[in-house]
């Protein structure tokens, strides 16, 4: 009997080197090619059990595969739509950059960005292609701070259903008293995120957003899901009142009195809220005298108080099409640090003098006091220059001698290697809350002579700091990577441009002088657009890069405190370093160290409200193509994708989705250029004749088929 219960003994390790040595194989495979009898079948069902425990192999559908462990790490999950997950992560050995898989019931409790610990593994595919796959090990935090959805109460059991597809995962209320008894599976809701859970998302009611029955209830949801608040909390308000709304004659006395000097603002028409203003005239020996008034946000919020505090939290202003969420409260954006007309206000001034080759010169930065002489638009003094409009004489003095520093600094830019993509903006005529019009913003001469004398000002006092060697924070901007310049090669190749090379230097002049020669052969919306994404994305830092696509050696945000937390900082820095000469070089480390974290901090919340910006823009824009539905338009293909091919309609800057299923002509994706199907071709960049057919406000989707 021993004998015989010894040859029908499978060899475990013999069946995990055969599942090794194939792809996939069923369990009728296994047992066939390894002559093992139906009597051994429970045998071997436990023997793949146990391989599959020991995450040797796993099962997908009928088949076993092989699955080779790699590592365990922590990391940010990315959930997309249908609760597919993916883990991003670098292969050891070749330092390639993969993303492993893991299906929808592998996920549990977690929601998109959560921070978990993961094991990474190998396996090939039926076609022998290699992949990767994670099993979770831990949540380690929830990103998300928040959910939004619908409550339904089975009984007495309070069920949430999350709006978006991603996070429908198991919730979990962890005190149902705190629910309205009255609430309605119309509203919706925002629950709190709370501590991770493998198996379930721990959640606590919150407040109701908005309704279905309520219009704008897509955008309502939008500014709750990003956790924006709109209003500020009580303790922020209750400072905000209680600071004078006047500049004291006691303070005037510790500053530089620039009240006297002739001084401007340029803004657009419905701008409330100036945090920059100028003063310039030319000297005898030729040169320039330029200031650069910046409001001296740093003297009225504190470093910790409830202002700051907020203001750290929220990072920035959201520019929406027909409002403003503030970083600040009106009491300062719109009040004593906004940069009106005929009121005395304080400033940090950064004077230059600049020679006729844009060299500062002399630079000089101090705590001033100024008032302002007139609120200028851009429309007033593009007209100026087109002698379309007549200004009083000193004040268009002062703007032809501004229009002569800018050429001398855009020039200076243009010879470093600074790129304008000339890329264009869409901007939403709103009347009675209603979208009227979509107009394509342009750009004069005023707007170009703003960004230049900024730019200039962000340079020198990022430099300023970094030749003190004072802890500062930067603005940097990484050149192109390799991946992203073969992405450019392949496009210029396929648009027929076979003179340009792509340079992989990562010099700005070399890329400057790259797109000047498409700009001499072909630059529409598209390759605009193509170079734009080769870009890296501007973050940041504590540490100076410099910034490529500006062609800056160093880089800060110095000159919008009321709208930006880091322009902010930086006067905060600026104070205490350089007025009040408080460094100390033991301290240095520490200071970087928490520079660091609130750079990460506001590079985040820059991301999260250009998405929300984004988002809301894109909703507003469905309301007014709604009228539009059935007519015809034309359109540029702007991307290929696997489902369908992306239109931009140029006159309104509006991207359409036309879905391959749409066409009824078996189109599929050849490449990232081309799509083809038996009649139709699909190139990007080229035109085509397409249809609105119906709009999704929801999601700000715009759809249509081809004409």
């Not at 955008?219 to 909390?233: G, T």
């Not at 091919?645 to 879905?659: H, K, M, T």
Request: proline letters at 3%.
């Amino acid at each position: 009997m021993k004998n015989k219960n010894l040859s029908l003994s499978i060899d475990k390790e013999k069946v995990l080197n055969f599942i090794k040595n194939r792809n996939e194989s069923t369990f009728v495979e296994i047992a066939k090619q390894l002559k093992i009898s139906p009597k051994q079948n429970k045998q071997l069902t436990n023997i793949l059990n146990d391989l599959i425990k020991a995450n040797k192999i796993e099962k997908y559908k009928d088949k076993y595969r092989f699955i080779l462990f790699l590592k365990r790490i922590e990391a940010n999950i990315s959930i997309a739509t249908k609760r597919f997950g993916f883990i991003d992560f670098e292969n050891s050995e070749t330092s390639e950059k993969r993303s492993a898989f893991l299906a929808p019931f592998q996920l549990n409790g977690a929601l998109d960005k959560d921070l978990l610990l993961v094991d990474i593994f190998e396996y090939k595919n039926e076609n022998g292609e290699i992949l990767n796959k994670a099993n979770i090990i831990k949540n380690i935090s929830h990103q998300a701070k928040s959910v939004i959805g619908f409550i339904e109460f089975k009984g007495k059991i309070p069920k949430f259903k999350a709006f978006d597809d991603k996070d429908k995962a198991e919730f979990y209320f962890l005190e149902i008293s705190k629910i309205p008894k009255d609430i309605s599976p119309k509203q919706i809701v925002k629950c709190n995120v709370l501590k991770p859970n493998l198996d379930k998302v721990v959640i606590q009611f919150d407040s109701i957003v908005s309704s279905l029955e309520e219009s704008d209830y897509p955008i309502k949801k939008i500014i709750s899901q990003n956790d924006i608040n709109i209003e500020f909390n009580n303790e922020t308000i209750k400072q905000a009142r209680m600071i004078p709304q006047i500049v004291t004659q006691q303070e005037i006395e510790q500053r530089r009195d620039l009240r006297n000097l002739l001084t401007v603002t340029i803004d657009g028409l419905d701008t409330k809220d100036f945090d920059d203003a100028i003063s310039c005239y030319q000297l005898e020996n030729g040169n320039y005298k330029l200031f650069i008034h910046i409001a001296d946000v740093s003297y009225y919020v504190k470093e910790n108080d409830e202002i700051d505090k907020e203001a750290l939290k929220r990072g920035t202003s959201i520019y929406l099409p027909d409002k403003v969420i503030p970083m600040l409260p009106f009491e300062l954006s719109n009040g004593i640090c906004s940069l009106n007309p005929k009121v005395d206000r304080a400033c940090l001034t950064l004077e230059l003098e600049i020679n006729n080759i844009g060299q500062n010169v002399n630079i000089d930065i101090y705590q001033s006091v100024i008032n302002s002489d007139y609120r200028l638009t851009y429309n007033e003094v593009n007209e100026l220059f087109q002698n379309k409009k007549v200004l009083p004489d000193h004040i268009s003095n002062l703007l032809f001698i501004a229009k002569d520093i800018s050429k001398i600094l855009r020039r200076t830019k243009e010879e470093a290697g600074y790129v304008d993509f000339e890329i264009k903006e869409a901007k939403l005529i709103i009347e009675n809350n209603k979208v009227v019009d979509i107009k394509i913003k342009e750009e004069g001469e005023s707007e170009k002579l703003i960004e230049d004398f900024m730019v200039r000002a962000n340079e020198t006092v990022a430099q300023l700091m970094l030749d003190k060697n004072l802890p500062s924070i930067y603005r940097i901007h990484d050149k192109p990577d390799s991946e992203k310049l073969m992405n450019l090669k392949e496009i210029v190749a396929f648009i027929g441009l076979k003179d340009i090379e792509v340079p992989f230097d990562g010099s700005p002049k070399t890329f400057r002088a790259m797109v000047q020669k498409i700009k001499q052969e072909k630059f529409d919306d598209y390759i605009k657009m193509s170079l734009l994404r080769t870009m890296q994305k501007a973050i940041y830092s504590s540490k100076n890069i410099g910034h490529f696509g500006l062609a800056s050696t160093a880089y800060s945000h110095f000159t919008s405190p009321i709208r930006r937390y880091p322009d902010l900082l930086l006067h905060r820095l600026i104070r205490k370093y350089i007025f009040e000469n408080n460094y100390k070089q033991e301290n240095h480390d520490e200071e970087l160290e928490k520079i660091s974290k609130i750079a990460e901090m506001n590079s985040e919340s820059e991301v999260n409200a250009m998405s929300v910006e984004r988002d809301v823009v894109d909703i507003r824009r469905t309301e007014f193509f709604n009228q539009f539905i059935n007519k015809t338009f034309e359109a540029t293909v702007s991307g290929i994708e696997k489902f369908g091919a992306f239109f931009v309609i140029e006159e309104y800057q509006a991207s359409v989705l036309i879905r391959y299923e749409e066409l009824n002509d078996n189109v599929i994706k050849l490449n990232n250029f081309e799509a083809k199907g038996n009649k139709i071709k699909l190139k990007v960049g080229e035109k085509y004749l397409i249809r609105i057919t119906s709009i999704d406000k929801e999601k700000g989707n715009i759809n249509a088929t081809l004409v």
